[in-house]
C-alpha cells in the first residue's frame, strides 16, 4: 500500500506547535473490551492481528511527520518507511484492586506524556487486571492516543473503522504488513510550495476577513431586529480557576451516564436538543464545583463546542475539518430547570452568529498563520504565563460526538464502553469530550491536576447534576 504526501491544513499544524512539555496535543480515550469471545481470549496477538489486516483503512497509522526546511511552511505526511506496527502496541497491568480509581491513574499519566514524533503519531496500550464497578466479566481496556494534528473528534469515526466492526470477526494469521512508501518531498519542492503559499496567502486572508465580518454584519442586524441579546464572544469570559497555566501532571475520570434519561430531558422543553441537556448537565455540574471551592464568578462559563465542517465529499480525508462555537452555560442561574431553558436559548443564538459568520470562514482561518512564528510564539506564551495575564478566550471545551447505539467489536471481542480524553493547554485546564454509545453517554473529564486534583470529584457531580435535571420529568 503507498499514499501520496499531503500537506497539513493550517488547523492541523496548529496543534502542532500549541504542542509543549506540559500540553501534550493527542486525543484518545479508554475503550473497555470484553475478553470472552467465541474464538478464545483477546489478547494483544489478537489486537495485533486485526490491525496488521486493516493498516490501509487509513492512512493516520502509517504515516509520520516530515517538516519543511526552518519550518517555513507546513509539514507534510508522508509514508513511514521504517513502519512498526509493534512500536506502537504495548501491554500492561492495572496495580490491585483494578478499579476506576487505578485505571483513571493510568490514563492520566499517559494523557501527560507527548508521543514521539519520529514514528506515525498514534499509540495503543492493553490494559489488563481491571475489576471495575459496572462491568460485568473478564475485561481489557485499550488505551489509545492518537495527535489532534491528523484526527478530529468528527473524522476520528473513520479511523475507528479500522479498530471496531458491527459484527464480531476474527482477525487473520499475522502477516508483515507490506508497505510501498512514496518518497516524501523534496527540499526544493516543499521550498518552492511555501513560496507559493505565502504569495497567496493576503489575497486569501482579505477575502476570509470581509467574509467573516460580513457574517458578523448580518447576523448582529439579524439578532437586534429580533431583539435577541448576541452569544459571547472570545475573551469575554469571566477568569475561573480553569483558566491558569497548565503544569505536566493530568487528571482523568469517567462519568457514565444512561442516555435514556438524557432523552427524555429532550422533550421537557419543547425545541431542546440532546446536546443542550448534555451542556446543561455539564453547567450544573460546574457550577457545584465552583460553589464548593468558593470560586463561581458571577457571569456565566463560555464553553467552546466544537462543530464539523467536513463536505461529504471530504469523506475519508486525514485532518481536523472543524470550527466552533461560543455558547454561555448559564452557570448564574439556580435553578436546574432555568438553566436548561436558559442554554437552549444559548445555544440557539450561538448557532445563528455561527452559520451567519460562515463555518469555513472560521475554521480556514488557521491556513493563514505563518508556521514558525507561530511555534515561537506558543513556546513564549507560555514561557511567560501569559495565559494568566488577560481574560480567558472561554472556559473550558465541551465536546459531543455521537457514537452508534448497535454494538461494537475489536476482532470477535465487544466493546462495552468508551470514554474519551482530549488535550488542555495554557488558559483552558479542563476539557469534558463527551462520546455516546449503545445505552450510555460517557463524559471523559481531562483536566490538569493542579486545576481539578482528582477529577473524579467532578465525575460525582456530573451523576448529581443529571439526577437534578431528571427529577424535572420525573417527579
Not at 507546513?74 to 484492586?97: I, M
Not at 447505539?405 to 476482532?411: S, T
Amino acid at each position: 500500500m503507498s499514499q501520496e504526501p499531503r500537506q497539513l491544513s493550517g488547523l492541523d499544524a496548529s496543534f502542532l506547535y500549541l504542542e509543549s512539555d506540559t500540553a501534550p496535543m493527542h486525543i484518545g480515550g479508554v475503550s473497555i473490551v470484553r475478553t470472552e469471545t467465541a474464538d478464545g481470549p483477546f489478547d494483544l496477538d489478537h489486537l495485533r492481528r486485526l490491525l496488521a489486516s486493516r493498516l490501509g483503512v487509513s492512512r493516520t497509522l502509517t504515516q509520520r511527520l516530515q517538516e519543511t526546511p526552518l519550518n517555513l511552511g507546513k509539514p507534510y505526511w508522508v509514508e513511514d518507511d521504517d513502519f512498526d506496527l509493534d512500536r506502537h502496541l504495548s501491554r500492561t497491568q492495572l496495580p490491585e484492586p483494578g478499579g476506576w480509581k487505578e485505571l483513571g491513574a493510568l490514563m492520566a499519566w499517559e494523557f501527560s506524556r507527548p508521543l514521539p514524533r519520529d514514528r506515525p503519531l498514534w499509540e495503543i496500550l492493553m490494559v489488563e487486571g481491571l475489576h471495575l464497578e459496572g462491568q460485568d466479566g473478564d475485561c481489557v481496556a485499550l488505551i489509545s492516543k492518537i495527535h489532534h494534528a491528523a484526527i478530529d473528534g468528527v473524522s476520528g469515526s473513520e479511523m475507528m473503522s479500522a479498530l471496531f466492526d458491527v459484527r464480531p470477526s476474527t482477525p487473520p494469521p499475522y502477516e508483515v504488513p507490506e508497505l510501498h512508501p512514496a518518497p516524501g518531498p523534496s527540499t526544493k519542492e516543499m521550498l518552492q510550495r511555501s513560496g507559493r503559499s505565502l504569495q497567496k496567502t493576503p489575497k486569501a486572508l482579505t477575502q476570509g476577513i470581509v467574509g467573516a465580518v460580513g457574517g458578523l454584519v448580518r447576523s448582529g442586524i439579524a439578532l437586534g431586529r429580533e431583539g435577541v441579546m448576541p452569544p459571547p464572544m472570545p475573551f469575554t469570559a469571566p477568569r475561573t480557576l480553569f483558566n491558569v497555566a497548565v503544569s505536566k501532571q493530568r487528571s482523568w475520570g469517567a462519568a457514565l451516564l444512561p442516555l435514556a434519561k438524557i432523552k427524555a430531558l429532550r422533550h421537557h422543553l419543547p425545541g431542546t436538543t440532546v446536546n443542550d441537556v448534555v451542556l446543561s448537565v455539564c453547567a450544573g455540574a460546574l457550577r457545584n464545583y465552583l460553589l464548593q471551592r468558593q470560586e463561581l464568578p458571577a457571569k456565566p462559563l463560555v464553553a467552546m463546542v466544537p462543530i464539523s465542517v467536513r463536505a461529504k465529499k471530504e469523506s475519508g480525508t486525514m485532518g481536523n475539518k472543524v470550527s466552533a462555537m461560543l455558547v454561555s452555560l448559564a452557570t448564574d442561574l439556580e435553578s436546574a430547570e432555568e438553566r436548561l431553558a436558559a442554554v437552549h436559548d444559548n445555544a440557539n443564538r450561538s448557532k445563528l452568529m455561527h452559520q451567519a459568520v460562515g463555518a469555513r470562514n472560521l475554521a480556514d482561518a488557521s491556513e493563514f498563520i505563518p508556521f514558525s512564528l507561530a511555534g515561537l510564539g506558543s513556546r513564549l506564551y507560555s514561557r511567560l504565563h501569559l495565559a494568566e495575564k488577560h481574560r480567558p478566550i472561554f472556559n473550558l471545551v465541551i465536546t459531543n460526538v455521537p457514537g452508534p447505539r448497535v454494538p461494537l467489536y475489536v476482532g470477535a471481542a465487544r466493546l462495552e464502553a468508551h470514554i474519551g480524553a482530549a488535550p488542555v493547554f495554557d488558559g483552558m485546564g479542563l476539557i469534558l469530550p463527551i462520546f455516546s454509545y449503545a445505552d450510555t453517554l460517557a463524559v471523559g473529564v481531562t483536566a490538569c491536576r493542579k486545576v481539578v486534583p482528582n477529577a473524579d470529584d467532578l465525575t460525582h457531580l456530573l451523576h448529581a447534576s443529571l439526577d437534578e435535571l431528571y427529577a424535572l420529568v420525573d417527579g
